[in-house]
């Protein structure tokens, strides 16, 4: 728990450098990233077993196509109809379609997240990102220990849920959502939106984390989640290419 609570904050952290340097999509890529949820596989390892903690990553791998969901959802609703009820019908699709995955077979569950993975950048709305202003440091320490709470519950509720219920409370996108209310709140929608758009191409990254740790904790323990991230890594390589970044902003007077 103390890990994950310091890990969240130092990822929000990085994530607001970067979207002063490249833009809220790339933000987005990396508060996306499986940081938190590799701590909390290695909790739940240690505090039951590693088969629960390979089951709470297959849960958290079928609830992939509820991340997307949620960030097609928000970035629509928060680009028309502002923040409060972007964030509300977000919440909502993502549990609904959750509900439906959690009652279908692993099979078919995956690859419906392969198929979301795929359509998701499709679906969000363009435009081009644009480069954070600086802020006061105070934004960004809220930003930090308002994740740092919330993946903290994630964590507990994790303890104490089976491991099925556990991945789907750990797969909601609880960082990413935190970055896109203060990325929005500060500079707009449009900021929000691209935050999201982040978000949805960095999920390859998460899944095969979690579908590698699926398959090979059960053999090679507490090891599999290095393997995981080796695996993450990887696909991050790649994944990258396509975030949209925020163009150089040139001084007055150069060039």
């Known amino acids: 728990m103390l890990v994950s609570l310091a890990l969240a904050p130092a990822v929000m952290a990085l994530a607001a450098l970067i979207e002063r340097r490249l833009g809220p999509s790339a933000a987005g890529w990396i508060a996306a990233l499986p940081v ?3 701590v909390s596989v290695v909790a739940v390892a240690v505090d039951t077993t590693p088969h629960a903690a390979a089951a709470m990553a297959l849960s958290a791998a079928r609830q992939v196509s509820a991340q997307v969901a949620f ?3 928000f970035a629509w609703v928060l680009r028309r109809r502002g923040l409060p009820l972007g964030v509300g019908c977000g919440a909502l699709v993502y549990v609904a379609v ?5 009652h279908v077979p692993d099979a078919l569950a995956l690859l419906v997240a392969v198929g979301a993975l795929v359509a998701g950048p499709r679906l969000m709305p363009a435009g081009q990102p644009r480069r954070a202003e600086f802020r006061h440091w105070m934004g960004t320490a809220l930003t930090c220990v308002s994740a740092a709470v919330v993946v903290g519950v994630a ?3 994790s303890r104490l849920a089976g491991p099925d219920v556990a991945g789907a409370i750990a797969a ?3 960082m990413c959502a935190t970055l896109t209310v203060v990325a929005a709140t500060r500079d707009g929608a449009a900021a929000g939106v691209h935050t999201l758009g982040g978000l949805v191409r960095s999920l390859p990254c998460y899944f095969t984390f979690c579908l590698v740790v699926a398959l090979v904790t059960p053999v090679m323990g507490l090891a599999a989640v290095g393997l995981g991230l ?3 890594l990887a696909a991050a390589a790649f994944t990258w290419r396509w975030v949209p970044l925020a163009p150089k902003v040139v001084a007055a007077g150069e060039g």
């Open 98 to 102: 959750s509900l439906v995955v959690q």
């Open 155 to 157: 964590v507990l509720g």
């Open 71 to 73: 960030s097609v959802a």
């Open 230 to 232: 080796f695996a993450c």
């Open 36 to 38: 938190a949820f590799a």
């Open 172 to 174: 909601f996108p609880t």
